[in-house]
């Protein structure tokens, strides 16, 4: 969980972690290799259907953004996670099925592990 900056909707953004790396990094502001570490994520997206929060007295439900979207995947700064959250599987609504015009990213789990959404518990 880390900071959504700007979104008026929900103050928070989501991912999985996908793995932990240290870089070297040079920059031309740089005048020597700088040990970086990252995060390479998986993002969540809030679904904006469901009708969650406080005054509703429910969870929000996040989902994951298809493999084949751009922003899918992406890299985090450590420093910036906030905490980390439990997510609880969408029983209800089943797993992701993945059709044809889908495509499956090698980074995808296999077929029956990814629920179709999650519940954020708070």
Do not use: C
Not at 6 to 16: E, I, S, T
Not at 19 to 24: D, K, P
Not at 99 to 113: H, N
């Amino acid at each position: 969980m880390t900071l959504s900056h700007g979104d008026p909707f929900h103050p928070y953004l989501y991912a999985r972690v996908l793995g932990i790396y240290r870089v070297r990094v040079l920059h031309p502001s740089l005048t020597e290799l700088k040990d970086m570490d990252v995060l390479w994520v998986r993002w969540l997206e809030v679904d904006q259907k469901h009708h969650a929060g406080w005054k509703a007295k429910r969870l929000y439900r996040v989902n994951f953004i298809p493999s084949h979207e751009e922003g899918a995947f992406g890299f985090l700064d450590p420093a910036d996670v906030i905490r980390g959250v439990h997510l609880i599987p969408g029983f209800n609504n089943g797993h992701i099925t993945v059709s044809p015009e889908d495509p499956v990213s090698k980074w995808d789990y296999a077929p029956g592990s990814n629920w179709k959404n999650y519940y954020v518990n708070q």
